[in-house]
């Protein structure tokens, strides 16, 4: 299954004292999902640093390397949407997102305590990242797999997949996390079923809903 995965009407939260000494990305907007991340309680806010510093790049680059931050915010974004697309099946799109962190924690390494990148070192940044643009570009096809069943499940399924790469910080339990993505993974093979034939009646779209807020409760709880 291609998840979803699509930015629209959900404005990240605003930088933190933190991500403000880092560089800034830029604010996006996200679809309505079929949760509230209210539910999370006090794990919201760690949850969207993590989003904001680690998968959009905030933490990586101080304010003087903003450019790359943002470059490392726009292939995310990018990924996602080929992803949401169908043009990314999912194990391309964590390939490059683990690839894209891992490019982060170098520049992060190399800087040091400096106040920014050296000139050597920010031009070697910004040419893997553009190499790691272009590679993902490479990948995605040119024409798009089956129509999502809705915006909402897709940002529901790309959401609660960024919430298990903040599970894996150590804000969810090995048992928590297995049976997560078990969770996830029947429900995207529960959404091909239901495209197979190319349409989709009301009550498989209103029972993929049901499953996902399901395996949302999980993600809640765990969290906990």
Known sequence: MKPS?????????ASTAHAQSRGKVPRNVRAARL????????????????????LLGGDYYAQPDVRL?????????RIEKATSEG???????????????????????????????????????????DELAKKAQTAASAVGGPEKLTLQLQESQ??????????????MSNSDLTGIERRLHDLAKKEDKAQQDGEI???????????????WKKVADALD
């Open 87 to 129: 043009r990314l099946d999912d194990a391309q799109a964590s390939g490059f997102i683990d690839e894209l962190m891992a490019l982060g924690e170098k520049a992060k390494t190399a800087r040091g305590d400096a106040a920014s990148l050296d000139a050597e070192a920010s031009k070697a940044s910004a040419a893997a990242l």
């Open 69 to 77: 931050a943002r470059r490392h915010a726009e292939i995310y974004r």
């Open 35 to 54: 949760f509230d991340l209210s539910e999370l309680a006090a794990q919201r806010e760690k949850f969207e640093v993590f989003r904001n510093g680690k």
């Open 158 to 171: 790309w959401t609660m997949g960024e919430l298990l790469r903040f599970g894996r910080t150590g804000a």
């Open 201 to 215: 009646d009301d009550r498989e779209r209103e029972d993929l809903h049901e499953e996902a807020r399901e395996t």
């Open 5 to 13: 995965l699509l930015i629209l009407l959900f404005v990240a939260v």
